[in-house]
């Protein structure tokens, strides 16, 4: 399979507890994007990286959030010290420069008790 | 005001019928609109750009209006499996793409 992949796809852990999850992309997308999607509502924009430079990050993120791409493959997406706020689907995405058009992972899911 | 806005609905419309969605955007240097299409419990799908011509893919027709900041999605002949979320994605002044919250539509016999 040449599709985004993520890992965990769930994740359930106790408040404060750090947690981490990984992104694939597709080889050949050199742009790497989080989202965090709750119930109801649209993905909502977290970070985005152009190999691995990031360049962006939301105002909405916490000083517990960070994201990595070391070598402009894959990426991590860590929160610190967990609350139960944090519980929602963590989407990453990569794109096709020439289209725009993002491929998601499956997302993992976080459960924060 | 949000960056992009979509009705949350839900739109109920029976099968053969004609369903249009709108979503406006705030940022007016927006250059890239997008519709993904959201199953539940499954990752967004894109379903189709839009172009400033406007665009058609079989029933679906997506068309832009940059004077009054939204872009709209035509649904012909609705079919059950299109039930779906249809989300509108904008582009803003970088390459950060801004999804709405998703018209959800849902389609009985």
């Known amino acids: 399979d040449t599709g985004v992949s993520q890992d965990p796809r769930h994740k359930i852990t106790k408040r404060g507890q750090n947690v981490t999850f990984r992104c694939d992309p597709i080889?050949?997308?050199?742009?790497l994007y989080w989202y965090r999607q709750t119930l109801g509502q649209g993905p909502e924009f977290l970070t985005y990286?152009?190999?691995?430079?990031?360049?962006?990050k939301s105002r909405l993120l916490s000083d517990r959030f960070s994201a990595e791409r070391p070598k402009g493959s894959f990426s991590t997406l860590e929160i610190q010290r967990t609350e139960q706020g944090d519980s929602a689907m963590y989407l990453c995405?990569?794109?096709?420069?020439?289209?725009?058009?993002?491929?998601f992972g499956e997302g993992s899911r976080l459960t924060v008790l | 005001r949000k960056e992009v806005e979509q009705d949350p609905g839900p739109f109920n419309v029976p099968e053969g019928a004609t369903v249009a969605f709108n979503c406006t955007y705030s940022?007016?240097?927006?250059?890239?609109f997008f519709w993904y299409r959201q199953d539940c419990r499954k990752e967004p799908k894109l379903l189709m750009s839009?172009?400033?011509s406007g665009n058609e893919d079989g029933r679906f027709t997506a068309q832009l209006n940059r004077a009054s900041q939204y872009i709209s999605l035509l649904i012909r002949d609705s079919k059950l499996s299109d039930s779906a979320t249809y989300l509108c994605?904008?582009?803003?002044?970088?390459?950060?793409?801004?999804f709405g919250t998703g018209t959800r539509l849902q389609v009985f016999p």
């Open positions: 995405a990569s794109d096709n420069a020439n289209t725009g058009e993002l491929f």
């Open positions: 080889s050949e997308h050199n742009r």
């Open positions: 990286f152009q190999n691995e430079a990031q360049l962006e």
């Open positions: 940022n007016s240097a927006s250059q890239s």
């Open positions: 839009v172009y400033s």
């Open positions: 994605v904008v582009n803003m002044d970088t390459d950060k793409l801004i």
